[in-house]
C-alpha cells in the first residue's frame, strides 16, 4: 500500500515538474536576451502564465515553482510568493474529505525534503498571518494549518492549495456555497474575495453534433446554425413546444436512436431489448454517495410489483447502469456484483419478459456513452444532496432530450433553475435536510421496518435470492446500508419510488414527454463549455479570447512570428 501511495506521488511531482519546466522554458524564450534584468524578467509572468490547479493532485506544483525560483532564479521569497500566488487558482472538485489528498510527512520528506522545507515556510507564514488577525483563536490555527498533527503527521494539500492560489472555486453554485459555508469555511471567512463559483459546461460539438446529428440537424432546421458556437440560442425552441410537427419529430429522432442502441445492446450482451421501453440509464463512476444501490433497489423493487400482479398494466423499462470501480474499492465492486446479479434473475425470468430488462454496461467510456446518452429517456442522477459537486453528465443527458430524476445537489439545482423545477422530476431530502437528519440520527432500520417493499428487497439480497450459489456474497452491501451508510439510501427511498411511479405515468403520454423534453433542450443553453471557459478566462486568468492562430510550441520562434504578422494582417485587412 506504501509502494502505492510513494509511486502515486512520484508521478504527481514529475508531471508538474515536467510541465513548469517547459512553461518556464517557453517563457524565457520570449522574456531573456531581452533589456530586462533576471531579477526583473519574472515581474510579468503571471500576466503571461496561468496555471489552474484541478482538485489537489498538481498541488506540489506550488512548492516546485517556489523551489525553481528561490533556488535556480535567485528570487527573494517575497517576490517568488507573490508572483506564485498571482500564478495559481484552484478548482475543487468534490466535498468528500477522503477525496482531498493528504499526503504522510514522512514520504515527502523521503522523496522530495527541499519541497517540505518549501511546504514548512509557506505555513509558517500562512499561520502568522492569521495569528495577527486572530490573536486568541488557537483551534482556528489548529483548522487551517497545512499540516495535520493528529495521528500521522500529513499534510493538507487542499489548504495548500488555497493559500498558494489567488482564486478558489467550486463547479456548480450548491457545491461552490458549500465549499464556503462547510467545507473551507476557515478560510472563506478570511478571504472572501478568493472564493468564486464556475459551474461545470460540456462541449455542444462531441455532445450533440457528433453523438446525436439527428437533433443536430433537426434543431438547426428550426433556429438556424448559430447555437453551435452560441448554445444560448437553445431558447429559441420554446417557440416550438406546443408545435405538433416538431414534438413529433423530437419523438421521432429519440426512438430512431433507441432502436440503434437496442440493436448495439443485443449485440453486445445477447439480451434483447424492448426499443419502445423507457430507456432508464444511470451511468457515472460506482461510488456509495452515487447511489447506484437506490437505483438496483427500485429495480428489484418493480421486479417485485411485477411477479405479485403480472395482469397488471405496466410500463415496460429497460435499466442501464454504467460505470467503474476504483482498484482497490470493494463496496463499489460489490455494487457492481449486485447489479450484474440482479439483473441475471430479472433478464432470465419468463414471467417478467419484456416488461423489465436490467443492463450493466461493462468499460463504460466516452465511446460508448457517445452512444447511450442520445438513446436515453430517463437520466438517473441521485446522489445524497450535498455529495455531487456538479456532475457533467446530467448536461449531457439534459441536452439530448433525457428527463431527469434526480436529488437537489449538483448541477441539478441549475438545471431546474434554467428549465423549471416542474420540468425535472426531483425528489427527496436537500442539504438543510440531509444535515438535520444528521442532527437527529439516521437509523436505517426504522425505514426497512416501516415500507414493505424496501424491507422486501433486502431481505432476498439478504436471503441470497439472487445469489444462490452464494447466499452470503452481499453481507458487507448489507451491513453497510443497515449500520455505515453515510449516504443515506434508506432515507430517500420511499421518494425516489413515488417519483418512479409519476416518471411512468408521463412516459404513457407521449406528447406530454416531449414537450417537456423540448422545454429541457431548450434550457440547456448555459451548460456549454463555452460559456465555463469564457468565465474562467474573464474572472480568473484574466485574459480575453483571441481569434489568432496560435502556432504549436514546437514551431520555430520566427515561423511563429511569421505565422502571427501574417494572421494579424489578414484581419486588418477583413
Not at 134 to 152: H, K, N, Q
Not at 222 to 246: A, C, M, P, W
Request: net charge neutral; hydrophobic share 40%.
Amino acid at each position: 500500500f506504501f509502494e502505492g501511495k510513494e509511486l502515486r506521488l512520484k508521478q504527481e511531482y514529475f508531471v508538474v515538474a515536467a510541465t513548469l519546466q517547459d512553461i518556464i522554458r517557453r517563457y524565457k524564450a520570449s522574456k531573456f536576451g531581452t533589456t530586462e534584468s533576471v531579477r526583473t524578467a519574472f515581474d510579468s509572468f503571471p500576466d503571461q502564465v496561468a496555471i489552474q490547479l484541478n482538485d489537489t493532485h498538481p498541488s506540489m506544483a506550488i512548492p516546485e515553482l517556489m523551489r525553481v525560483f528561490l533556488d535556480i532564479e535567485k528570487l527573494p521569497w517575497s517576490k517568488a510568493w507573490d508572483i506564485t500566488t498571482r500564478t495559481f487558482a484552484y478548482t475543487n472538485h468534490t466535498v468528500l474529505p477522503e477525496a482531498l489528498e493528504r499526503w504522510p510527512v514522512e514520504l515527502v520528506e523521503k522523496l522530495l525534503p527541499r519541497h517540505l522545507q518549501i511546504i514548512y515556510e509557506i505555513n509558517q507564514r500562512h499561520l502568522d498571518k492569521i495569528r495577527a488577525l486572530f490573536p486568541t483563536d488557537v483551534d482556528r490555527l489548529r483548522r487551517m494549518s497545512l499540516i495535520e498533527e493528529e495521528g500521522v503527521k500529513r499534510i493538507n494539500m487542499a489548504h495548500l492549495c488555497i493559500v498558494g492560489s489567488h482564486a478558489v472555486n467550486g463547479v456548480a453554485k450548491i457545491h461552490s456555497d458549500i465549499v464556503k459555508s462547510q467545507v473551507f469555511k476557515d478560510f472563506a471567512e478570511m478571504e472572501p474575495e478568493k472564493f468564486q463559483n464556475k459551474t461545470n459546461g460540456i462541449t455542444p460539438r462531441r455532445w450533440l453534433l457528433l453523438c446525436n446529428p439527428g437533433l443536430a440537424e433537426l434543431i438547426a432546421e428550426k433556429i438556424g446554425e448559430e447555437y453551435v458556437k452560441d448554445l444560448s440560442q437553445l431558447t429559441k425552441l420554446h417557440r416550438f413546444v406546443n408545435d405538433d410537427v416538431f414534438i413529433r419529430e423530437v419523438a421521432k429522432v429519440k426512438q430512431e436512436n433507441k432502436v440503434k442502441f437496442a440493436q448495439y445492446l443485443e449485440q453486445e450482451y445477447k439480451v434483447k431489448i424492448n426499443p419502445a421501453s423507457m430507456f432508464d440509464v444511470q451511468v457515472k463512476r460506482i461510488h456509495e454517495y452515487k447511489r447506484q444501490l437506490m437505483n438496483c433497489l427500485h429495480v428489484i423493487t418493480i421486479y417485485n410489483r411485477i411477479k405479485r400482479d403480472p395482469t397488471k398494466p405496466f410500463v415496460p423499462r429497460t435499466v442501464i447502469i454504467g460505470g467503474k470501480a476504483a482498484p482497490g474499492y470493494h463496496m463499489a465492486k460489490i455494487i457492481i456484483k449486485l447489479i450484474t446479479s440482479v439483473g441475471h434473475v430479472v433478464n432470465n425470468d419468463p414471467g417478467v419478459g419484456s416488461k423489465l430488462k436490467v443492463i450493466f454496461l461493462e468499460n463504460y467510456r466516452v465511446s460508448l456513452a457517445e452512444k447511450v446518452i442520445p438513446a436515453t429517456d430517463l437520466s438517473e442522477q441521485i446522489s445524497t444532496a450535498g455529495t455531487e459537486a456538479s456532475g457533467t453528465g446530467n448536461m449531457k443527458f439534459m441536452l439530448n432530450g433525457a428527463l431527469t430524476i434526480g436529488t437537489m445537489d449538483g448541477a441539478n439545482v441549475e438545471m431546474a433553475e434554467e428549465a423549471g423545477e416542474e420540468n425535472l422530476f426531483i425528489f427527496g431530502m436537500r442539504v438543510p435536510d440531509v444535515a438535520e437528519l444528521d442532527q437527529r440520527g439516521y437509523h436505517a432500520q426504522e425505514y426497512y421496518n416501516k415500507l414493505p417493499e424496501l424491507k422486501q428487497a433486502m431481505d432476498q439480497i439478504k436471503s441470497g435470492f439472487f445469489s444462490p450459489q452464494q447466499p452470503d456474497l452481499f453481507k458487507d452491501l448489507v451491513n453497510m446500508l443497515f449500520h455505515h451508510d453515510r449516504f443515506k439510501v434508506f432515507a430517500d427511498y420511499e421518494a425516489y419510488v413515488k417519483c418512479q411511479d409519476s416518471v411512468s405515468q408521463l412516459y404513457m403520454n407521449t406528447k406530454e414527454w416531449t414537450k417537456m423534453v423540448i422545454r429541457n433542450i431548450a434550457a440547456s443553453g448555459k451548460f456549454s463549455s463555452d460559456r465555463t471557459i469564457k468565465e474562467y478566462a474573464r474572472d480568473i486568468w484574466n485574459v480575453e479570447p483571441s481569434d489568432l492562430k496560435i502556432p504549436p510550441p514546437n514551431v520555430p520562434r520566427d515561423v511563429a512570428d511569421e505565422t502571427l504578422a501574417n494572421d494579424s494582417a489578414e484581419k486588418l485587412r477583413v
